[in-house]
């Protein structure tokens, strides 16, 4: 039998961030629940951010207090500052992402900063999230291509990652946002990455717009990676990256891990019915 992969659910937050109906908090409430039924040891919940910017998210909290936790399993959310961390904090999200880009232009879209700015905003989320003992996840987004500035080079994911492993993070999560990573330029990343922080610290976040995440998923395992980003219902997408589709869906993913031999601890019957949901969900 292979090594065991752990697949970090993100459905609530990445696969539900860019759906234009409102989503009423019952609905995701019940979404989280099904998924904590599934074996997951991590699900991302919520994002503290602008309800200016990201209008879906903005009853995380809501989300957060409705929840029934289940033992073992740590619910997360996004903060991008200071306020966000606060947020979450009061909350009880059990951890927090910081995230950056590799690329300027889709920083300054998503989050009205350069990457420098950007990183400046984390340094009082990551002392205070030390002080208060609660975990910090990094994301570096647009690791192999920008929306806007075009192919990444692998030296700048790098030294993205060589950041966030300063602060601290005890995992950063590599993000393919749109979707346009080919496993030649995995592959090339992963090396510069990898000589940054260790595979086992690392985690593969992959949009299937070009239907290419499960090949760069095996591009991953080859460098040692063990934890993958997914998202039910394969829903996802994100409001600054234009042309970004969904996640790799987790059924998709958790198939594919288990025909090589990874075991992934789900129930596949769970994870089915949670993409039923989230798939209905798009749709109302
Ligand atoms: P800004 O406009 O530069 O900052 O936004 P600001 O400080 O001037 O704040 C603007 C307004 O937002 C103010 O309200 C603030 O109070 C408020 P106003 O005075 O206009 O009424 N505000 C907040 N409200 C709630 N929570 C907060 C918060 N902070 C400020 N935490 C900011 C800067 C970072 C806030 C904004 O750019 C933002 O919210 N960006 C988030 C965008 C986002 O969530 N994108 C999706 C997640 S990233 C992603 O999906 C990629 C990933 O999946 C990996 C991958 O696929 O690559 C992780
Ligand atoms: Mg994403």
Known sequence: MADPVEIFEVGPRDGLQNEKRAIP????????????????RRIEVASFVSPKWVPQMADGAEVLAGITRAAGVRYAALTPNLRGYEGA??????????????????????L????????E????????ARADGIPVRGYVSCVTDCPFDGAVAPGDVARVVAILRDFGCYEVSLGDT????????????????TCEMPAADLAGHFHDTAGRALANVDVALAHGLRVFD???????GCPYAPGAAGNVATEALMAHLEAAGHPTGLDAGIVAE???????MRTG
């Not at 904090?89 to 998503?110: L, P, Q, T, Y």
């Not at 009205?112 to 990183?119: D, F």
């Not at 997914?230 to 996802?236: C, F, I, N, P, Q």
């Open 178 to 193: 749109i979707g346009q990573g080919t496993p030649e330029a995995v592959d090339a990343m992963l090396a510069a990455v």
């Open 25 to 40: 908090t019952a609905e995701k409430v019940a979404l989280v629940d099904l998924l904590s039924r599934a074996g997951f």
């Open 89 to 110: 904090r009061a909350a009880r999200a059990d951890e927090v992402a910081i995230f950056a880009s590799a690329s300027e232009g889709f920083s300054k879209a998503n």
């Open 112 to 119: 009205n900063a350069t990457i420098a700015q950007s990183v």
């Open 274 to 280: 949670a993409g039923r949901m989230a798939r209905k």
């Open 230 to 236: 997914a998202a039910v219902g394969g829903l996802g």
């Open 121 to 128: 905003r984390f340094v009082p989320v990551v002392e205070a």
